[in-house]
């Protein structure tokens, strides 16, 4: 790239406010300036940690709450055959700008979709080896609606990796809902409530690893302060198929097609 279109790239990049970050080829940097950044960065290298130990070659990957790609980039450079880019941009502060700058300076052949939601993927109409959905379900109002969607784009053979927040200090079957508070997550759910909803959806967790999560000391602290505490999370889960004892009839949302029973 010569010195005039690397400058061209430079301001490009300058006019984007940008979530996830980038070292780009020709010297260019991408750097997020949202003031809780430095938490971020911490969180991405723990998911970078565990995504090291998975298999992308020649998978077909779903990227679901893609933001500005940074996964997406991540899985292809992995030697993943097909990636699919989705994030609905009515729902953040961010515009699919940034993902498509990236995907030009890199000679990328993701395939971007920006104007889906969780709720929607479904109608992608394809099954997927791996899923990522990181960052998501605990901004959703209809989490397990997201849930059957995502299950409605894995096959047998798929993995899907979920994070996000769970809650540490409440009951095993407590899950906190709550609508229009700025930065508090919309539905925080304790691990037990989350694993039940994700069985429900045929999506049955295999492990679970913690990504940032308060010492114990600190969580005794804060409940008997009578404050929730949380920690970030990453569930690998495998789609099933069978008898599910999560429903005594007709599963939701398309669910019964994998559940042995007649309804």
Partial sequence: MNPTRVDQRRQQIKTIRWYHEFDLPNGLQIRSREPDTPAHQRLWRAIFSELEAIDFEGKTVLDIGCWDGMFSFFAERRGA????????YSQNWSTPEGIRLVRDVLNSSIKIVDDMSIYQVAKLQQKFDIILCFGV??????????FANLRHCAHPGSWLFLEGDVLLNGGKAEADYHFGRSGYPCFLPSEQVLRQML???YLRVEDRVWLDRPRNPILTLMKAAGRKAQARALLKCRPFH?????HDFKPPFGLDQYDDRSF
Wanted: proline share 4%.
């Fill in 242 to 246: 069978g008898v599910n004892d999560c």
């Fill in 137 to 146: 379900y605990y901004h959703l109002a209809d989490p397990f609606f997201a």
């Fill in 199 to 201: 069985e429900a959806a």
């Fill in 81 to 88: 055959k097909e990636v699919v880019a989705a994030d609905d």
